[in-house]
Structures are given as structure tokens and as C-alpha cells.
């Protein structure tokens, strides 16, 4: 009973925050950004860090995604030479691609 107390008083916490954005330039945006991934945290932590208030997450693994259409699947299967219908290909196919940008671009 006292366990069921505690979880209902957390989710009664979390509804009653309060989610503040900002509009600040580019460039503080991105500094924050930036050091939220130097420190493997997202930017929310890295703000509450700078706050000195507490960061109770976990370093988070920083992680890229877009959105592709079917259209652009297709166009890079026939660039990668893959099947078109094999998503899992071309998921690596452009990832091996970021790294070759990557390595290009850091030395």
C-alpha cells in the first residue's frame, strides 16, 4: 500500500511541473546543445546542470534519425546498388557513409 502511495505522489509531482522553453539566439542554443553532447546528456539535463540542479537521468547514448520517404528509399537503394525493399541495407549503407563523412571531415 505504502509502494502504490509513493508512485501516486511521483506521477502527481511530474503532472504538476512545469515545462518552461526559451527563445534564445542560435548560438546559445547550439553552445548548449554542444555541451549536452560533450557531457552524454540530452539538452534538457545539461540545462538543469547548469541550473546546479539535480540530473537524475542516466548519460544518454546521443542518437541521429530523419525521415525518409519511399521515393528517397528507393533512390538510395539504386545509389547504394541494394534492393529497394531492403531497408535494413540501406540503414547501413548510410551509416557507412556518415563515418566516411565523418573521417573525411575530422582530420
Given at each position: 500500500?505504502?509502494?502504490?502511495?509513493?508512485?501516486?505522489?511521483?506521477?502527481?509531482?511530474?503532472?504538476?511541473?512545469?515545462?518552461?522553453?526559451?527563445?534564445?539566439?542560435?548560438?546559445?542554443?547550439?553552445?548548449?546543445?554542444?555541451?549536452?553532447?560533450?557531457?552524454?546528456?540530452?539538452?534538457?539535463?545539461?540545462?538543469?546542470?547548469?541550473?546546479?540542479?539535480?540530473?537524475?537521468?542516466?548519460?544518454?547514448?546521443?542518437?541521429l534519425s530523419f525521415n525518409?520517404?519511399?521515393?528517397?528509399?528507393?533512390?538510395?537503394?539504386?545509389?547504394?546498388?541494394?534492393?529497394?525493399?531492403?531497408?535494413?541495407?540501406?540503414?547501413?549503407?548510410?551509416?557507412?557513409?556518415?563515418?566516411e563523412y565523418c573521417q573525411?571531415?575530422?582530420?
Open positions: 500500500m505504502v509502494k502504490d502511495k509513493d508512485s501516486w505522489q511521483r506521477q502527481e509531482q511530474a503532472v504538476r511541473a512545469t515545462q518552461l522553453a526559451f527563445d534564445l539566439s542560435s548560438e546559445v542554443q547550439k553552445f548548449i546543445k554542444k555541451s549536452a553532447i560533450d557531457n552524454e546528456l540530452t539538452p534538457s539535463d545539461m540545462i538543469r546542470s547548469i541550473l546546479q540542479l539535480d540530473v537524475k537521468s542516466k548519460k544518454t547514448r546521443q542518437r525518409l520517404s519511399d521515393d528517397e528509399i528507393t533512390e538510395l537503394a539504386k545509389r547504394f546498388s541494394v534492393d529497394k525493399t531492403d531497408k535494413r541495407a540501406v540503414k547501413q549503407k548510410v551509416a557507412d557513409l556518415l563515418i573525411k571531415n575530422t582530420r
